[in-house]
Structures are given as structure tokens and as C-alpha cells.
């Protein structure tokens, strides 16, 4: 699976920002992908993953209520709405994905996608 994320860039504490993941490769339809992100000098953190069908959805308690994981499967593309942005959400963002099984964390996860930066004004 190859990864490619977009939709990264400036925008004010309290605005919204939407991003996506595309993915090549069969193997898409049937792996967890995940969001994950990284701030300058800190490590990488989960924030939130989906199934394979969209059935199931989780977030880490940061993000909760603001940001919205959700994929197209006949688009191969997985997004992630974030709403009321605040200055520490601002990182780097990665798309994850990882065959047939569930995780959580950055070691579980085998395909990345190159980042984009979300950058939060105050």
C-alpha cells in the first residue's frame, strides 16, 4: 500500500481543516487505517483509526468530539475532518495502514504516507 496525504496547511485556533489519505494497492480495502501526527520535538501519537468497512471508529481522547475519521473505499481514500482546531493540534500529520489487523500504535503500522503539516494559529 503507497499513501499519499493532502489537505494540510494554515488555519486559526477554533477553524477546520479536512484531510485525506489516498492509497494505492488491492490490499486497501481490507486495512485499518489510521491518523497519526507528530509536533516538533515530540513523538509520534495516535489519533484515531477506522475498519475496513467504517463500522468502527476510535479516538484518542484529544481529538474526541473535534476530529472525524471516515473512508471511501471506492475511492481508496480515508479523511479526517478536524473541527474547532487548537495551536496543539498543530503537527505533522501521517496516514498508517496496516493488513487485517487493528492497532494503535506508530510499531504496529507498516505503510506511511510522507506527512503534511497542519499548522494552528492562536
Known amino acids: 500500500v503507497q499513501l499519499v496525504e493532502s489537505g494540510g496547511g494554515l488555519v486559526q485556533a477554533g477553524g477546520s481543516m479536512r484531510l485525506s489519505c489516498a492509497a494505492s494497492g488491492r490490499a486497501f480495502s481490507r486495512s485499518y487505517m489510521s491518523w497519526f501526527r507528530q509536533a516538533p520535538g515530540e513523538s509520534r501519537e495516535f489519533v484515531a483509526v477506522i475498519s475496513w468497512s467504517g463500522a468502527y471508529t476510535y479516538y484518542a481522547d484529544s481529538v474526541k468530539g473535534r476530529f472525524t475519521i471516515s473512508r471511501d473505499n471506492a475511492k481508496n481514500t480515508v479523511y479526517l475532518q478536524m473541527n474547532s482546531l487548537k495551536p496543539e493540534d498543530m503537527a505533522i500529520y501521517y496516514c498508517?495502514?496496516?493488513?487485517?489487523?487493528?492497532?494503535?500504535?506508530?510499531?504496529?503500522?507498516?505503510?506511511w504516507g510522507q506527512g503534511t503539516q497542519v499548522t494552528v494559529s492562536s
Open positions: 498508517a495502514a496496516r493488513e487485517n489487523r487493528l492497532g494503535y500504535g506508530p510499531s504496529d503500522y507498516s505503510y
